[in-house]
């Protein structure tokens, strides 16, 4: 068990680009997490998986956000035409949770990306 | 939604003593959780306490889920366990709900 791994850790990009992030969950776990976390403030969620289904979108996830999780194994997060206020570090978390249950259970967390938008 | 709240917002401490910190929340749930976040920005997993009492260490979490709070207890801190510690909640299965952090500075 490796924990959750992000890729890359930072990212400095121009305003108007695009910028796509990886999330690599621990194995076992079948929910995937994307929170953002902006200076002095603690992390807001923005959506999650289900394995490969995406169950909930925060009013944060503005239309140039999107993410994806294909085989249900890692994620990716595209921000499209970037602004000067995606600046923040993001945030994957993973958990396991039993079919049809309500019963959560432990997140663990990625060393997070910063991005910075200059 | 649920709200989070914790204090102090700052702490600041020499080494050797011990602290407090307080989260409370608005509405019943599902899960509790106890952070570390390092200089990195990692968040380092605490607690997973819902309710009841746990010990790791110098380190103790009890969460009276009927009164809608959690403390977390550092005992003989560290300057190592300098850094920002959030509590996050959770209602039904779903995402966490976080409170702006505690800051605790110990000086040597």
């Known amino acids: 068990d490796t924990g959750v791994s992000q890729d890359p850790r930072h990212k400095i990009t121009k305003r108007g680009q695009n910028v796509t992030f990886r999330c690599d969950p621990i194995?076992?776990?079948?929910?995937l997490y994307w929170y953002r976390q902006t200076l002095g403030q603690g992390p807001e969620f923005l959506t999650y998986f289900q394995n490969e289904a995406q169950l909930e979108k925060s009013r944060l996830l503005s239309d140039r956000f999107s993410a994806e999780r294909p085989k249900g194994s890692f994620s990716t997060l595209e921000i499209q035409r970037t602004e000067q206020g995606d600046s923040a570090m993001y945030l994957c978390?993973?958990?396991?949770?039993?079919?049809?249950?309500?019963?959560?259970?432990?997140?663990?967390f990625g060393p997070g990306t910063r991005l910075t938008v200059t | 939604g649920i709200q989070v709240e914790q204090s102090p917002p700052d702490l600041i401490l020499q080494e050797g003593a011990n602290s407090t910190l307080r989260c409370n929340f608005s509405d019943s749930v599902n899960n509790l959780q106890w952070f570390h976040q390092n200089p990195w920005g990692q968040l380092i997993n605490l607690f997973y306490i819902p309710s009841g009492t746990k010990q790791n260490g110098r380190l103790s979490a009890t969460t009276v889920a009927t009164e809608r709070y959690s403390l977390l207890y550092i005992s003989s801190s560290q300057t190592t366990d300098s850094g920002v510690y959030f509590c996050?909640?959770?209602?039904?299965?779903?995402?966490?709900?976080f409170g702006q952090g505690t800051r605790l500075t110990i000086n040597p």
């Open positions: 978390a993973s958990s396991f949770e039993e079919a049809g249950g309500s019963i959560s259970y432990e997140q663990y």
């Open positions: 996050a909640v959770e209602q039904g299965a779903q995402k966490l709900v």
């Open positions: 194995s076992e776990h079948n929910r």
